[in-house]
């Protein structure tokens, strides 16, 4: 059964610090892998991942993906207070391209 | 603000009412999507429609009725609904496939009572 597995499940941090979020999945013929950010309803896109070892970057927030090892990394630098949100994973399956298969998310906090 | 509207924002509901959630997109996308955030569970995907036609349903109740008469309009009917039911419903839009970018609605909290 394909899954989508994030930790740590809750983070509390202050500003300026540095956090590192996993999403690991087992899909069958994986496609791409997407992170979400989500703070109060609806999810807003961040990054979709293709291919192993190239880093996306956006302002302070970067991601990679490992396809050998099955997993992706969301690294939020120099955090701010308005970072405080769910990041949520999910993963795209080539047998199916409507379906999004997405993790429980990662609950950061992040305090002055 | 979002490209993606959804009404009525909250809801709340009897197991025997019937009642419709709406969504509309503006974005000219082709492809609309339900999902269902239930607390502490992963975002579930409930229904997919590309070009109006229906191409996913994943598993939900009878219970649980889509209706897409456009490529803009995505209706959700809700009939004999159960307390388990209670989440936030949400809508999404994308050009055709899920992995483009989705452009989220805000959301339908719907308590069951």
């Known amino acids: 059964e394909d899954k989508v597995v994030q930790s740590p499940l809750s983070l509390v941090v202050h500003e300026g610090d540095t956090v590192t979020l996993n999403c690991s999945y087992e899909?069958?013929?994986?496609?791409?892998l997407l992170w979400y950010k989500q703070e109060k309803k609806a999810p807003t896109f961040l990054f979709m991942l293709?291919?192993?070892?190239i880093e996306k970057k956006s302002g302070r927030l970067s991601s990679i993906l490992d396809k050998k090892e099955l997993f992706s990394i969301l690294n939020i630098t120099a955090t701010q207070t308005g970072d405080s949100a769910v990041y949520l994973c999910?993963?795209?399956?080539?047998?199916?391209?409507?379906?999004?298969?997405f993790g429980t998310g990662t609950r950061l906090q992040v305090f002055p | 603000e979002t490209g993606v509207t959804q009404t009525p924002r909250h809801l709340v509901m009897g197991m025997t009412n019937k009642k419709s959630l709406k969504c509309e997109q503006h974005?000219?996308?082709?492809?609309m999507y339900w999902y269902k955030q239930s607390a502490k569970k992963p975002l579930e995907l409930m229904f997919v429609?590309?070009?109006?036609?229906?191409?996913e349903n994943n598993s939900v109740p009878s219970r649980f009725s889509p209706e897409c008469p456009n490529s803009s309009h995505l209706f959700l009917h809700l009939h004999t609904l159960q307390p388990e039911d209670s989440a936030l419903y949400l809508c999404?839009?994308?050009?055709?496939?899920?992995?483009?970018?989705?452009?989220f609605g805000p959301g339908t909290r719907l308590t069951v009572l």
């Open positions: 899909v069958t013929n994986f496609r791409s």
């Open positions: 999404a839009s994308s050009q055709d496939r899920a992995d483009e970018v989705t452009e």
């Open positions: 293709t291919s192993s070892g």
């Open positions: 999910a993963v795209e399956a080539y047998y199916n391209t409507d379906k999004l298969i």
């Open positions: 974005l000219g996308h082709n492809a």
């Open positions: 429609y590309n070009f109006k036609e229906q191409t």
